[in-house]
């Protein structure tokens, strides 16, 4: 699956990754392989990433994720440190 991390100022990541995790607003998700189609919005906390080398996390401020034909696009609001 292809992800992109964006926020308002700049492309926080892209690559493939095997599983996503994200804040959803009723809760976090995961997202693997074939995942049906979904808007959903998002919270604060932390989006952790799987890739096949390892794993990373993001920390949110809200934000927007969207999953279409394995392509997940989160838009967040802002990174926290």
């Known amino acids: 699956m292809n992800l992109e991390i964006l926020t308002?100022?700049?492309k926080v990541f892209e690559g493939?990754?095997?599983a996503v995790t994200v804040p959803g607003t009723s809760g976090s998700f995961q997202i693997l392989k074939d995942h049906a189609p979904i808007i959903?919005?998002?919270?604060d906390g932390p989006v952790i990433v799987k890739e096949a080398t390892g794993e990373n996390?993001?920390?949110i401020k809200g934000?927007?994720?969207?999953v279409l034909d394995n392509k997940i696009i989160v838009l967040a609001e802002a990174i926290v440190a």
């Open 8 to 10: 308002p100022d700049k």
């Open 16 to 18: 493939e990754v095997t």
């Open 40 to 43: 959903s919005t998002l919270e």
């Open 57 to 59: 996390i993001y920390n």
């Open 63 to 66: 934000g927007v994720v969207e």
